[in-house]
């Protein structure tokens, strides 16, 4: 059959869905080349006149009946429709069986199979796949599953209400839209755990792994804890199944999915020991595991009507993981860390072709709009509600969403009701931060004339794909103003720009203050504060707030490296003396210090430069920075060997902040070292590595400095049988390699038969690695760019999702040089013009070709 043409999907184009399902039956009979699925749903019209509509694709159907009537029907390739005047007047009884070949799903959407085990990828609409089905989120229903398979372990939504060799049954009493629907049969293994609610319920914990991990699940487990004693503490969210599984699958296209009382997650999400997991992962696994069972409120309980509203749970849900990590761990540090990704992902994405609202009004595929701008800026349109209506309206707006909405399939409109009903602020202005793209620009002038100090702000947002007109937005910038000798003489302020421009008045103070601007990085916008070096290195010295006083070090740092590109000066003195003062002050958290002292990274300086309106040359970037680290790993190299000495830690390994905040500094320290001792000390940090942490850091030093041939070696052959690890081993290489080094070494690496690249985690490790390596990637010959694409036209046929989303590699094309544009779009061309290109990869490719 012939596929229809991919369609644009409309948010004005909503209508609600016909009918209502009371109840859903289904029975899996597993078997790899074909599985068979039985339904039955009864349906009950809402509305006269109305056809039934069933979403199915790839499904052989062996029989469908109503009311017990066989029917004849043909599906074509998106699913079936029963005309009304072939269906009853009342409720119905729908009732099907399909066949579906598990081992042939390469996509890893819908049942698949990975590593000998069956599991499923429901979210968006992976359901259709399973059977025919209204799947869209707006339709919900209690699940009743039976698992036949001849597998040990077989598992479904909800609790178990009985089983025996063979099978299983399952029952979920909270109704839940499809995407929510999971399934798992294997050969697992537990690692358990129980939690007795605040009310009293008490909750069987599982961690499902494949046998001889189980080893590696007591952190997955422990966070999982955590998780669900802060949801109780902080939000007043109790869980509610006697059951909370979380399965750990090897092939999965994205990080984990939160279906209800069956999490599936990513493994290199769940196993964690010290000798394989870097601290990184460990604080990764803390967050994605609190993220996924955080969504049992914020998007289970109270779902999406459609997907436009992914932001609604998935911005919420960012929201809440990174408060979480923040209590755990260091809020300072978390803010830091979190703007460092929303610059680096979603500030580039609004930037460029592929920049859309936080709430999209268009679509063709959904899975290419799980992006950066829905989470990480979805997340700050939270904090900065939040900031606007203080901590206690928050928790009032909450309280009532909850209230309000459990149970339901709300929409942007519900949320922002509950905050303007519970505060009785007006949010119309705010709702654009919605409904618009792109990245603010706020500019800040100061003026200081008889004891009154003005400042005076402006916003911008520029035009983005297919919205060349914008209006202002309400934007909350948090200020303090410090006086001379450093105290604070005005605390934390929340200034509400509403205009494109507005004055803020400060009087009575006694000499001209220094202004800290966007405290804990207050909106998500690019600010244009002229400063020059010495008020920003006062900043870095004084401040209270710890964001600006770091984002004062790197706003330092990225002046002193612009100019190092395009003029070829010297690192000036003053910076590097302040990061001299970071270095040596010991009051300061280590992982602040190692923060503050990493340099800004050369994708960032490509877009600082293209902003500034010039062509950033990524090989100048790249030898910039190289001189900008030996400058100032010669002037501090008196301190580091002591330093990185003092940092050594004995005793057993601890995976807490205060233990990886020391080994973040002293793998710092270890890099600027590596810088001028020729790999000495990276050599002694390999020899006396115990952790995964500090093997890898010394392992990139080594590559840098040329080295580190033997140690490679030895390290595969240690690991050779270790999946997560070795992804490491790839993309350290590559991540490495010296810019006109990258694209061979990726070459190389992808020809080994240790290269499995329909496993999404592998060949993100390869390609991927290769994709950030930014003077690599965008060598002048256009290698990179060739090699990229060609591995693009391969995956596309077997997995559409990750070949997609690994295609927002070209999606900065507009910052570089003639040449370098032309041999992107050539790639970008030839992807498009690839005979059954994916409906995912020529959305993209379209919307970056423009
Ligand atoms: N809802 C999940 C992310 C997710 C989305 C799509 C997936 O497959 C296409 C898988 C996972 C989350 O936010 O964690
Ligand atoms: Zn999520």
């Given at each position: 059959?012939?596929?229809?043409?991919?369609?644009?999907?409309h948010?004005?184009?909503?209508?609600?869905?016909?009918?209502?399902l009371?109840?859903v039956?289904?029975?899996?009979?597993?078997?790899?080349?074909?599985?068979?699925?039985?339904?039955?749903?009864?349906f009950?019209p809402l509305?006269a006149?109305a056809?039934?509509?069933?979403d199915?694709?790839g499904?052989?159907l062996?029989s469908?009946r109503i009311?017990?009537?066989?029917?004849?029907?043909?599906?074509?390739?998106?699913?079936?429709?029963?005309p009304?005047?072939?269906?009853?007047?009342?409720?119905?009884l729908?009732?099907?069986?399909v066949?579906?070949?598990?081992?042939?799903?390469?996509?890893l959407?819908g049942l698949y199979?990975?590593g000998?085990?069956?599991?499923?990828?429901?979210?968006?609409?992976?359901?259709?796949?399973?059977?025919?089905y209204p799947?869209?989120?707006?339709v919900m229903?209690p699940?009743?599953v039976r698992v036949e398979?001849?597998?040990p372990?077989?598992l479904?939504n909800?609790?178990?209400?009985?089983?025996g060799?063979g099978?299983?049954?399952?029952?979920?009493?909270?109704p839940?839209?499809?995407y929510?629907?999971?399934?798992?049969?294997?050969d697992?293994?537990?690692?358990?755990?129980?939690?007795t609610?605040?009310?009293g319920?008490d909750?069987?914990?599982?961690i499902?792994v494949?046998?001889?991990?189980?080893?590696?699940?007591?952190?997955a487990l422990?966070?999982l804890?955590?998780s669900m004693?802060w949801?109780?503490?902080?939000?007043?969210?109790?869980?509610?199944?006697d059951i909370?599984?979380?399965?750990?699958?090897d092939?999965?296209?994205?990080?984990?999915?939160?279906?209800?009382?069956?999490n599936?997650?990513?493994s290199k999400?769940?196993?964690?020991s010290?000798?394989?997991?870097?601290d990184?992962?460990?604080e990764?696994?803390?967050?994605?595991?609190?993220?996924?069972?955080?969504?049992?409120w914020t998007?289970n309980?109270?779902t999406?009507?459609?997907?436009?509203q992914?932001?609604?749970?998935e911005?919420l849900?960012?929201y809440?993981?990174q408060?979480?990590t923040?209590?755990?761990?260091?809020h300072?540090v978390?803010?830091i860390?979190?703007?460092?990704v929303?610059?680096?992902?979603?500030f580039r994405?609004?930037?460029?072709?592929?920049?859309?609202?936080?709430?999209p009004e268009s679509?063709?595929e959904?899975?290419?709009?799980y992006t950066?701008?829905?989470y990480?800026?979805?997340?700050?349109?939270i904090?900065?509600?939040?900031?606007?209506?203080?901590n206690?309206?928050?928790?009032?707006?909450?309280?009532l969403y909850?209230?309000?909405?459990?149970?339901?399939?709300?929409?942007?409109?519900?949320?922002?009701?509950?905050f303007?009903?519970?505060?009785?602020?007006?949010?119309?202005?705010?709702?654009?931060?919605?409904?618009q793209?792109?990245?603010?620009?706020?500019?800040v002038?100061?003026?200081?004339r008889?004891?009154?100090?003005?400042?005076?702000?402006?916003?911008?947002?520029?035009a983005?794909?297919?919205?060349p007109?914008k209006?202002?937005?309400?934007i909350?910038?948090?200020?303090?103003l410090?006086g001379?000798n450093?105290?604070e003489?005005?605390?934390?302020t929340?200034?509400e720009?509403?205009?494109v421009?507005q004055?803020?008045?400060f009087?009575?103070?006694?000499?001209?203050?220094i202004?800290?601007?966007?405290?804990?990085?207050?909106?998500?916008?690019?600010?244009?504060?002229?400063?020059?070096?010495a008020?920003?290195a006062?900043v870095?010295?004084?401040?209270t707030?710890?964001f600006?006083r770091?984002?004062?070090?790197?706003?330092?740092?990225k002046?002193?490296?612009?100019?190092?590109?395009t003029?070829?000066?010297?690192?000036?003195a003053d910076w590097?003396d302040?990061?001299a003062r970071?270095?040596?002050?010991?009051?300061?958290?280590?992982a602040f210090r190692a923060?503050a002292?990493r340099?800004?990274?050369e994708?960032?300086m490509?877009?600082?430069?293209?902003?500034?309106g010039?062509?950033?040359?990524p090989?100048r970037?790249h030898?910039?920075r190289?001189?900008?680290?030996?400058?100032?790993?010669?002037?501090?190299?008196?301190d580091?060997?002591?330093?990185w000495?003092s940092l050594r830690q004995s005793?057993p390994?601890?995976?807490?902040a205060?233990?990886?905040?020391?080994?973040a500094l002293?793998?710092?320290?270890?890099?600027l070292?590596?810088?001028?001792?020729?790999?000495?000390?990276a050599a002694a940090?390999?020899?006396?590595?115990?952790?995964?942490?500090?093997?890898?850091?010394?392992?990139?030093?080594?590559?840098?400095s040329?080295?580190?041939?033997a140690?490679l070696?030895?390290?595969?052959?240690?690991?050779?049988?270790?999946?997560?690890?070795?992804?490491?081993?790839?993309?350290?290489q590559?991540?490495?390699?010296?810019p006109?080094?990258?694209?061979?070494?990726?070459a190389?690496?992808?020809s080994?038969?240790?290269?499995?690249?329909?496993?999404p985690?592998?060949?993100?490790?390869?390609?991927?690695a290769l994709?950030?390596?930014h003077?690599?990637?965008h060598?002048?010959?256009?290698?990179?760019?060739?090699?990229?694409a060609?591995?693009?036209?391969?995956?596309?046929?077997?997995n559409?999702?990750?070949?997609?989303r690994?295609?927002?590699?070209?999606?900065?094309?507009?910052?570089?040089?003639?040449d370098r544009?032309d041999?992107?779009?050539?790639?970008?061309?030839?992807?498009?013009?690839?005979?059954?290109?994916?409906?995912?990869?020529?959305?993209?490719t379209?919307?970056?070709?423009?």
């Amino acid at each position: 059959m012939q596929d229809a043409a991919p369609q644009t999907i409309h948010l004005a184009d909503y209508r609600p869905y016909p009918f209502r399902l009371d109840e859903v039956d289904l029975t899996f009979r597993l078997a790899p080349g074909a599985t068979r699925v039985l339904s039955r749903i009864r349906f009950v019209p809402l509305e006269a006149g109305a056809d039934l509509w069933l979403d199915g694709e790839g499904l052989r159907l062996i029989s469908a009946r109503i009311d017990g009537t066989a029917l004849a029907i043909s599906p074509d390739s998106t699913g079936l429709r029963i005309p009304a005047t072939a269906l009853p007047s009342g409720p119905f009884l729908w009732e099907a069986e399909v066949e579906i070949a598990p081992q042939a799903n390469t996509a890893l959407e819908g049942l698949y199979m990975s590593g000998g085990m069956y599991c499923t990828q429901c979210e968006a609409e992976g359901f259709r796949k399973i059977t025919f089905y209204p799947d869209r989120p707006d339709v919900m229903a209690p699940f009743r599953v039976r698992v036949e398979g001849d597998m040990p372990v077989l598992l479904s939504n909800g609790n178990l209400l009985a089983e025996g060799p063979g099978w299983a049954d399952w029952f979920d009493p909270w109704p839940k839209p499809a995407y929510l629907f999971a399934l798992v049969a294997g050969d697992l293994r537990a690692h358990s755990g129980r939690f007795t609610t605040r009310s009293g319920r008490d909750v069987a914990l599982n961690i499902w792994v494949r046998p001889g991990d189980e080893g590696r699940c007591d952190w997955a487990l422990q966070s999982l804890i955590r998780s669900m004693e802060w949801d109780e503490q902080v939000y007043g969210r109790e869980y509610d199944l006697d059951i909370f599984n979380i399965v750990a699958v090897d092939d999965f296209n994205m990080g984990a999915m939160e279906n209800k009382g069956l999490n599936i997650f990513n493994s290199k999400l769940v196993l964690a020991s010290p000798e394989t997991a870097t601290d990184t992962d460990y604080e990764r696994i803390e967050a994605v595991i609190a993220h996924e069972y955080f969504h049992n409120w914020t998007g289970n309980r109270i779902t999406c009507r459609d997907w436009f509203q992914l932001c609604l749970k998935e911005g919420l849900t960012v929201y809440r993981d990174q408060q979480f990590t923040g209590d755990m761990r260091s809020h300072a540090v978390k803010r830091i860390e979190d703007v460092l990704v929303l610059r680096a992902r979603q500030f580039r994405e609004d930037a460029g072709p592929l920049a859309h609202p936080v709430r999209p009004e268009s679509f063709v595929e959904i899975n290419n709009f799980y992006t950066a701008t829905v989470y990480e800026k979805g997340a700050e349109l939270i904090g900065m509600l939040r900031r606007l209506v203080g901590n206690e309206g928050y928790a009032r707006a909450l309280d009532l969403y909850f209230s309000r909405h459990d149970g339901q399939a709300c929409t942007i409109e519900d949320w922002l009701k509950v905050f303007e009903d519970a505060t009785g602020r007006d949010l119309t202005q705010f709702k654009r931060w919605y409904e618009q793209a792109g990245t603010p620009r706020v500019s800040v002038r100061e003026d200081w004339r008889d004891g009154r100090f003005t400042l005076t702000l402006s916003q911008h947002l520029p035009a983005t794909p297919g919205q060349p007109e914008k209006r202002p937005l309400h934007i909350p910038v948090a200020v303090g103003l410090l006086g001379p000798n450093g105290d604070e003489v005005v605390p934390t302020t929340i200034l509400e720009l509403t205009e494109v421009e507005q004055q803020f008045v400060f009087d009575g103070l006694a000499a001209r203050p220094i202004p800290s601007i966007l405290r804990d990085f207050s909106a998500p916008v690019i600010l244009d504060h002229p400063q020059d070096d010495a008020a920003r290195a006062f900043v870095l010295a004084h401040d209270t707030d710890p964001f600006t006083r770091w984002e004062a070090g790197r706003a330092l740092s990225k002046q002193v490296l612009a100019r190092m590109i395009t003029e070829g000066t010297s690192p000036a003195a003053d910076w590097l003396d302040g990061m001299a003062r970071v270095l040596r002050d010991d009051t300061l958290d280590p992982a602040f210090r190692a923060l503050a002292l990493r340099l800004p990274g050369e994708d960032d300086m490509a877009q600082t430069l293209h902003d500034a309106g010039l062509v950033p040359d990524p090989d100048r970037i790249h030898r910039a920075r190289t001189r900008m680290a030996e400058t100032l790993a010669r002037h501090l190299s008196a301190d580091l060997p002591s330093l990185w000495a003092s940092l050594r830690q004995s005793g057993p390994f601890s995976p807490t902040a205060e233990a990886a905040g020391a080994r973040a500094l002293r793998n710092t320290v270890l890099a600027l070292l590596n810088r001028i001792d020729d790999g000495r000390h990276a050599a002694a940090a390999w020899a006396e590595a115990s952790t995964m942490t500090d093997r890898i850091a010394a392992l990139g030093c080594l590559i840098e400095s040329g080295r580190g041939t033997a140690e490679l070696a030895e390290f595969a052959s240690q690991w050779a049988h270790d999946r997560l690890v070795m992804d490491k081993w790839f993309a350290v290489q590559i991540s490495h390699a010296k810019p006109d080094l990258a694209v061979e070494t990726t070459a190389r690496l992808a020809s080994r038969p240790d290269f499995d690249w329909k496993n999404p985690n592998r060949f993100r490790a390869v390609i991927g690695a290769l994709a950030a390596n930014h003077a690599g990637f965008h060598q002048g010959d256009g290698s990179g760019y060739r090699l990229v694409a060609d591995w693009l036209i391969r995956l596309d046929p077997v997995n559409p999702q990750t070949a997609a989303r690994m295609s927002t590699a070209f999606e900065t094309l507009a910052r570089y040089d003639a040449d370098r544009q032309d041999l992107i779009r050539e790639e970008l061309a030839r992807l498009q013009v690839t005979p059954g290109l994916s409906r995912d990869l020529s959305e993209m490719t379209a919307r970056m070709l423009g």
